[in-house]
């Protein structure tokens, strides 16, 4: 069984500052998929990795995609209160399918 | 509005109740899921259907019954559940496996449900 682990579990930071949140396991994923849930919503999707090594950047939120495929890191600068939520990585398993591995999760808080 | 809709978004049953959950996707996907998300553990994948035919039952007990009647809607029939099925139901849905790699999924809202 695939897994993936996430730290930290629970982040509490005050607006304006940085925060990396850790995606590991150890099995390889072809692609790899972070997602943010909001209280009472379901997860939204937001980015893709595919290549080893591959770094994306989507306004204040930079996601990187380990070397070897098997962990991923989410990088938030600056945060803000409208960054609080629930982030999970999922692993799409190499062979195909259409079987996602969630991550255990972190819960973000972003104070004023 | 991720183009998943679930109905109802909060449903409160009795453990002898029939109850169903729907869902209903409009991005022109042709699989979709239903996930268990419970306080403190991961996302919990329930059922996949591939051109609405069931290619994954994640050993969900029986009191749980998925219906896909096309690739447009989604199911969950519930009924005879216990206080520990509380949970929120996810639906998603995606381009089905061999048409792209991504597998990259889309999901309603949720169904928020209080077995009493």
């Known amino acids: 069984t695939q897994l993936l682990e996430q730290s930290p579990q629970f982040l509490s930071i005050q607006e304006g500052e940085n925060l990396t949140v850790y995606c590991n396991s150890s099995?390889?994923?072809?692609?790899l998929q972070w997602y943010r849930q909001e209280p009472g919503e379901g997860p939204v999707l937001l980015v893709t990795v595919v290549t080893g090594g591959e770094v994306k950047k989507l306004k204040r939120l930079t996601f990187q995609f380990g070397d070897a495929r098997k962990d991923s890191s989410l990088h938030i600068t600056a945060a803000q209160p409208g960054d609080t939520g629930l982030y999970l990585c999922a692993g799409n398993p190499t062979g195909g399918g259409n079987k996602l591995t969630f991550g255990t999760g972190t819960q973000l808080k972003v104070e004023l | 509005e991720t183009g998943v809709t679930q109905t109802p978004r909060h449903l409160v049953m009795g453990m002898t109740n029939k109850k169903s959950l729907k869902c209903e996707q409009h991005l022109g996907h042709n699989a979709m899921y239903w996930y268990k998300q419970s306080a403190k553990k991961p996302l919990e994948l329930m059922f996949v259907?591939?051109?609405?035919?069931?290619?994954e039952n994640n050993s969900v007990p029986s009191r749980f019954s998925p219906e896909c009647p096309n690739s447009s809607h989604l199911f969950l029939h519930l009924h005879t559940l216990q206080p520990e099925d509380s949970a929120l139901y996810l639906c998603?849905?995606?381009?089905?496996?061999?048409?792209?790699?991504?597998?990259?999924?889309?999901f309603g809202p949720g169904t928020r449900l209080t077995v009493l």
């Open positions: 099995s390889v994923f072809s692609s």
């Open positions: 259907y591939s051109l609405e035919e069931r290619v």
């Open positions: 998603a849905s995606s381009r089905r496996a061999g048409t792209t790699i991504y597998n990259e999924q889309f």
